[in-house]
């Protein structure tokens, strides 16, 4: 076991039931890319006794948190669509294949959704994605009421959408966007979601990289770090290696816990 093993902070919940790397054995793998809206995990669970195994069913939620000390949190929201028991020798493994709430978001049937005079945008936003099972990321604080009662028709992406244009078209400065990240809603100003730039070099936990071109001649390099929870689609990364240097877009993700890797591999793309 790596020396940084003893700083991890690792996590599964599985509805009620909690299982912690320090005490359990549990590996994953979360993935994540521009061109999917949706998260897939794939979880292992080692060694779970009759009544544990038998609470875990189809479509319990699920939630992992991984980082380190200090610095951790969610890197997915989702539930179960999958449970597979495998024996391996005399340890018994639980694979359990996960989809992240983003598929309930994107793919909800259509409702109705009323606003009532006078109701704040940013508790009608929080509404629609408890509708929908997604939980919410970040919600901006928005300074806006609607005027009158209103009533919307769609999915919950439409309805949320056609929230847009109403802030989007009141507002000349500040604009809004919608998206989901690791199964959780968000609905914040769209210069936070690249605001911030992460620093990726060897000194901040840079492992490996490759660079290839694109069809267009474009620098693309997959690299992989130590984990890094709040890595996201969009992510602005500032890359310091005897390969590349500059700014980079993050296009994709995967996050992976399996014996000694804890790593986050990313897809990157030049700004």
């Not at 690792?10 to 912690?20: K, N, Y």
């Not at 897939?40 to 479509?59: C, R, V």
């Not at 793919?107 to 929908?132: D, I």
């Not at 100003?189 to 071109?213: H, K, M």
């Amino acid at each position: 076991m790596s020396s940084t093993s003893w700083y991890r902070i690792a996590s599964v919940q599985v509805d009620d039931l909690v299982f912690d790397y320090e005490s359990c054995d549990i590996e994953f793998k979360i993935k994540k890319s521009s061109d999917s809206g949706q998260n897939q995990g794939e979880i292992t669970l080692w060694n779970l006794d009759n009544k544990t195994l038998s609470a875990i069913n189809k479509d319990a939620r699920v939630r992992v948190k991984a980082g380190f000390k200090g610095d951790y949190g969610t890197i997915f929201e989702g539930y179960v669509t999958k449970k597979e028991p495998q024996a391996d020798g005399v340890d018994l493994s639980t694979i359990i294949t996960c989809s992240d709430s983003s598929f309930l978001f994107y793919n909800s049937k259509e409702f109705v959704f009323e606003v009532r005079e006078g109701q704040n945008l940013s508790g009608a936003v929080r509404q629609v994605y408890n509708t929908c099972n997604v939980p919410a990321g970040k919600i901006s604080d928005i300074d806006y009421t609607f005027p009158h009662a209103r009533t919307f028709t769609g999915t919950g992406q439409a309805i949320l959408e056609e929230m847009l244009k109403t802030i989007n078209g009141t507002s000349k400065d500040t604009k809004y966007v919608s998206y989901t990240e690791g199964g959780m809603g968000y609905f914040v100003r769209s210069d936070n979601r690249t605001a911030g730039v992460f620093e990726i070099n060897s000194s901040t936990g840079l492992l490996t990289i490759e660079v290839t071109e694109d069809s267009n001649s474009d620098t693309v390099a997959t690299l992989t770090t130590l984990l890094n929870w709040r890595i996201g689609i969009d992510t602005w990364l500032r890359i310091e290696s005897p390969n590349i240097n500059g700014l980079f877009k993050a296009s994709g993700y995967t996050h992976t816990l399996r014996g000694d890797t804890y790593e986050t591999e990313i897809e990157v793309a030049e700004a």
